[in-house]
């Protein structure tokens, strides 16, 4: 592929500056997602497309809900995620992020460690622990 054609490529929305189809995209079509963090952003990316049904396939099935949001619910537009760090031990894995948005009331700043579980050679979200949420 030549350069100027790859300038048109959406580039994927999780930071990498990458090509989505390269990056997040990849796992959004149907790859498993080899690590807790490639399945972080690439979830990330999934809110940012607002493809629920992927949030939802990639949350372990004793933790998932129902549905992320309520039909009128609205939905935060996300700007920007920042990985702070990533650790895999053997089937568990975890990812402290911050991720930017902005909502009808102004910006806000979501710093949260979420917890990962392979099983069956797939990483499922588990778990989540919110560290700080504000606006501003
Ligand atoms: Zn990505």
Known sequence: MSKKNKAFEAVCPCGS???????????????????AQALMRSRYVA???????????TWAAETRPHTL?????????????????SREEGDEG??????????SQGAF???????FR??????????KVTLS???G
């Open 94 to 103: 975890f990812v402290h992020f911050i991720a930017r948005g902005r909502t």
């Open 17 to 35: 500056r990458q090509p989505l189809e390269a990056c997040c995209g990849r796992w959004l079509a149907g790859e498993p997602a080899p690590t």
């Open 47 to 57: 809110y940012v497309l607002k493809n629920d049904q992927y949030v939802l396939d």
């Open 133 to 135: 949420d504000a606006f």
């Open 109 to 115: 700043k979501l710093e949260e460690k979420s917890q």
């Open 69 to 85: 949001f309520e039909p009128d619910e609205p939905r935060p537009k996300w700007l920007s995620l920042t990985v702070l760090e």
């Open 118 to 127: 392979r099983e069956n050679g797939t990483v499922g979200f588990m778990s």
